[in-house]
């Protein structure tokens, strides 16, 4: 077997609480050290690398697999929090192919984790989780970059001891969360067990099995989802919406289908009317770099699925984060307009008559607080991508019964005005960015001016 030309690249979200490593994971992958460029080592934006087979394969330690594995690379997506993999949709649902979640075998599992692992059921997406920062276990003997069984037989027995239960502690908060797993060596289906990997993403042990198990996933199930039809108009997710010297409003975009060329008329979801335009340069960041540190990005002629770009084109002001991409010709103008206008509309029209005001920073994420609301019963009168704005709060003000003039705001500000504005309301105010954390809130509140 060799790779196959008609695969798509199958895009791999990294996700997890705060600090848990999602961002020195990918850094430890790509041999490269994002993390110590980044301030406070917070990861400020979306990005996306790509990571060609043959480094997965070199980094597995084992050239000889290279045979065995059809798919081209993996595409990570790394963010923070959740905030990819609700953006990250297609039509009907999420866009990622697979993902891992990253837990801190040190800290357990925390809201993040659990709202990552939540989402992902949901969408029915094919996991791992991995147990990081294991070095950090007391008299940890660190074995650079090696495969986690080989590594473990060197520790002593202490250590051992200690890693097996906080291990055991991962797996037990996993069965509380309704999901069956257990350390991948011992996973026999991953579509019914959730394989566990301890790793450190600093000392790079555990990597090797990490990646082997992720190639094995994609291999195994979905290679018959990755076939695409390169030749075929380009279909991507707006990541972010950015400002650039000399390009002006330009957007960061997910391709998950089809080819995207300069010169291309694209359509652009937007609160308002769909946005028509013409790309005026495809900007790609080098392979094995990382798209948000690399500023010296490559123009091309023309991308292919999947990838992470950049594109500068006129009137982009008004893209939306999570919303669609998608090239159109003469003929088939008219149908692509409506499909990103219908895309967007699904979200913000379906709401009721009287009920409370959500915000939301992208209409992925959007969606998913409309959803779980929806669970929950409680009505949605507006819903909206956005800062929340003194017009928000204005709106809100008027309202008459007290529950509903209420804000929920998701992975959201509240912007100066607003917030000058609200001290002279009785509107209430719900943000963070941890959904089901927004709903328990706005419950308990409810309760305590009920009692
Ligand atoms: P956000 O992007 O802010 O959500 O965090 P993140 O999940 O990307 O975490 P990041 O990779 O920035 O790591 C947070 C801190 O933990 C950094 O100081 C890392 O050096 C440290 N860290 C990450 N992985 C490991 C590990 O395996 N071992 C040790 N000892 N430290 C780690
Ligand atoms: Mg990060």
Redesign the pocket.
């Given at each position: 077997m060799a790779v196959k030309d008609d695969l798509r690249t199958p895009i791999v979200c990294?996700m997890?609480?705060?600090?848990?490593?999602?961002?020195?994971?990918?850094?430890?992958i790509r041999g490269s050290a994002v993390?110590s460029g980044?301030a406070?080592?917070?990861?400020?934006h979306i990005g996306a690398t790509e990571v060609p087979i043959r480094s997965i394969v070199d980094k597995c330690g084992n050239p000889g697999l290279l045979d065995q594995f059809v798919v081209p690379g993996l595409l990570f997506i790394?963010?923070?929090?959740h905030h990819a993999f609700t953006t990250l949709r297609s039509r009907g649902g999420a866009l990622a192919d697979l993902a891992i979640v990253?837990v801190?075998i040190n800290e357990g599992f925390k809201p993040?984790t659990i709202e990552s692992l939540h989402i992902l059921k949901q969408h029915k997406t094919p996991f791992v989780v991995v147990a990081?920062?294991?070095?950090?276990i007391h008299g940890w003997n660190p074995q650079k970059d090696s495969p986690f069984m080989a590594s473990y037989n060197k520790q002593s027995e202490h250590v051992r001891t200690s890693l097996d239960n906080k291990f055991y502690e991962v797996i037990g908060e996993l069965y509380n969360h309704g999901f069956s797993s257990d350390r991948y060596d011992r996973v026999a289906d991953f579509q019914h067990n959730i394989g566990v990997i301890p790793?450190?993403?600093?000392?790079g042990e555990g990597i090797p099995d990490l990646l082997m198990v992720l190639l094995g996933l994609a291999q195994r199930f979905l290679e018959s989802n990755l076939h695409y039809d390169a030749t075929g108009p380009g279909v991507g997710t707006v990541l972010e919406v950015k400002e650039e010297r000399g390009l002006g409003t330009t957007i960061d975009l997910i391709l998950y289908d089809g080819t995207l060329k300069k010169g291309d008329t694209i359509v652009v979801g937007s609160l308002d009317e769909p946005i028509q335009t013409k790309v005026r340069a495809v900007l790609k960041p080098r392979v094995l770099s990382e798209i948000n540190v690399e500023d010296k990005f490559k123009q091309v002629s023309k991308v292919t699925a999947a990838i992470g770009v950049k594109i500068s084109a006129p009137n982009l002001d008004g893209a939306l984060s999570g919303g669609s991409v998608r090239v159109a010709t003469p003929e088939t103008l008219e149908t692509v307009v409506e499909e990103v206008r219908s895309e967007v509309e699904a979200v913000q029209i379906d709401t009721d008559q009287s009920g409370i005001t959500i915000k939301a920073d992208t209409i992925g994420s959007l969606e998913a607080l409309v959803n779980e609301l929806k669970k929950e019963d409680i009505p949605i009168r507006k819903a909206d991508v956005g800062d929340i704005s003194n017009r928000d709060i204005v709106e809100v003000s008027a309202i008459e019964d007290p529950f509903h003039s209420v804000i929920v705001g998701f992975n959201v500000n509240i912007l100066p005005d607003a917030k000058e504005k609200l001290r002279s309301t009785g509107v209430k105010l719900f943000m963070n960015d941890v959904i089901y954390r927004l709903i328990d809130d706005y419950k308990d509140w409810i309760k305590e001016q009920r009692a």
């Open positions: 990294v997890g609480h705060v600090d848990h490593g999602k961002t020195s994971l990918l850094d430890n993390v980044e406070g080592a917070i990861t400020q790394d963010t923070p929090g990253i801190d993040q990081n920062k294991i070095d950090k790793i450190s993403a600093i000392t």
